[in-house]
């Protein structure tokens, strides 16, 4: 079952929300870690970012966190993660790069800094590429767009907005409706991106409000949490944003937005409470403080029915062949997460067992089936995953913890297209050796 989970500042702990009244800590700080400043769900597990040490964590689904890349060089914070090409990324400080995640056990950097920029405070995919919002320093021009050029390095595809002076941060970036936005501090602004080289103003602040601190698409509209009076703003579509909750008590901000159960919830700042929107006027807190924590700075609806620990030998053995040669694209067991991200893979049983995992059958001649989709415009990604698999598995050993040593051989393979979606599906015949 899906539940709310909330990041915390500065003492990194993980907690999960009742579904009532209260928050319930299931992870306590690791090692001097630092706040969580950002949180994700990547292969049906749930990472974090961190404050201090730059470290990426993944909780173990009971009671406490496990490190799988320890900080890289000076940068000491990773405020932003994004799955791109089915491969986890992170924003750092205080050199303003980018990292990726080998899939095991460490960061690689892949783009340096760029135009002084010491933050990359917010991650985006958007049309096949990967964009960084930035934030300098105090007193100085952040507020910058960078686009990654796929190899090893930023490239700035927008400005800071012309006339809207220093003290600015690219807080938080989102796709809506086909186009990138970005909120703004210090001043709360909303901008779009132009596509080529610039910012434009789609709506100015309001209320006094000085930073859209976390953003999010709800029902097909956006929304912004603010900060100075934790607040919820809409934008109109247009060019205004409308206020649909004012300030709750003494919490000054919204520092994370998640969709959950059909509704709206805000992670807060200082008491570290959570906020449920009414749909029409209100905050209302389902959550007080605990053991306190004065922040929620991220926000991850994670289900851990699905985690990996519940699912067999066989497909831990595969899935750790797969990461080793493909990349770290995710890679499902049986059935893909309803909010799975392109590209992705799904294996299977497809005869003798229904799932993964039971071992009270004959395996001589199991069918294992991996689908493949891509929602690229030709298939040449979809392609090249296809080729990788075949020479990861094709005629190779693979070993079974506590159980065989099996020989996969390839048998067919078919290329479809349905709804925009390409689906390579490929089989290989299990031998017991």
Not at 156 to 170: H, K, L, R, S
Not at 371 to 376: A, D, G, Q, R, T
């Amino acid at each position: 079952m899906e539940k709310l989970y909330g990041g915390s500042g500065f003492n990194g702990r993980l907690f999960e929300w009742n579904g009532v009244d209260a928050w319930t800590q299931v992870a306590p700080e690791l090692a001097g870690a630092g706040s969580i400043w950002s949180q994700i769900v990547f292969n049906n597990k749930l990472y974090a970012g961190t404050g201090s040490q730059g470290k990426l964590l993944r909780w173990n689904d009971v009671d406490a966190w496990e490190e799988v890349a320890p900080q890289l060089g000076a940068e000491t914070s990773i405020y932003s993660l994004v799955i791109f090409d089915g491969i986890l990324y992170g924003g750092t400080f205080p050199g303003g790069r980018l990292f990726r995640w080998n899939g095991t056990n460490a960061w690689e950097e892949v783009a340096g800094q760029l135009n002084g920029q010491r933050f990359i405070v917010s991650l985006a995919v958007f049309k096949g590429k990967l964009y960084g919002g930035t934030e300098e320093e105090i007193g100085s021009t952040g507020g910058l767009l960078f686009e990654w050029n796929g190899t090893d390095a930023w490239v700035e595809v927008a400005p800071q907005y012309a006339g809207i002076g220093n003290d600015i941060i690219t807080h938080t970036l989102v796709v809506f409706n086909d186009k990138l936005y970005g909120g703004m501090g210090i001043d709360g602004k909303l901008f779009e991106w132009n596509g080529t080289d610039a910012w434009v103003e789609v709506a100015s602040p309001l209320n006094g409000q000085d930073i859209i601190r976390s953003i999010l698409v709800h029902n097909n509209k956006l929304y912004g949490g603010t900060r100075l009076g934790g607040r919820l703003f809409e934008w109109n579509n247009v060019d205004a944003w409308n206020q649909m909750a004012d300030q709750l008590g003494t919490q000054t901000v919204i520092f994370s937005l998640a969709s959950f159960n059909d509704k709206i919830y805000g992670g807060t700042y200082a008491l570290g409470k959570l906020y449920e929107w009414d749909g029409f006027t209100e905050w209302t807190e389902v959550a007080d403080q605990e053991d306190g924590q004065t922040a929620i700075l991220s926000l991850a609806v994670y289900d851990t029915v699905t985690a990996p620990e519940v699912i067999s030998p066989l497909f831990d053995a595969l899935y750790a062949r797969w990461a080793e040669k493909l990349g770290g694209r995710i890679l499902y067991n049986t059935e893909a997460d309803k909010k799975a991200v392109f590209p992705y893979g799904v294996v299977s049983l497809v005869s003798a067992v229904s799932e993964l995992g039971d071992f009270t059958v004959d395996w001589e001649n199991c069918i294992i089936q991996f689908n493949l989709f891509s929602k690229e415009v030709t298939c040449t990604d979809v392609n090249l995953t296809g080729a990788l698999l075949k020479d990861a598995f094709h005629k190779f050993d693979l070993v079974i913890a506590g159980s065989e040593t099996i020989s996969l051989v390839k048998e067919v393979a078919n290329l479809i297209r349905v709804e925009k979606v390409w689906q390579y599906n490929v089989s290989f015949r299990i031998l017991i050796q």
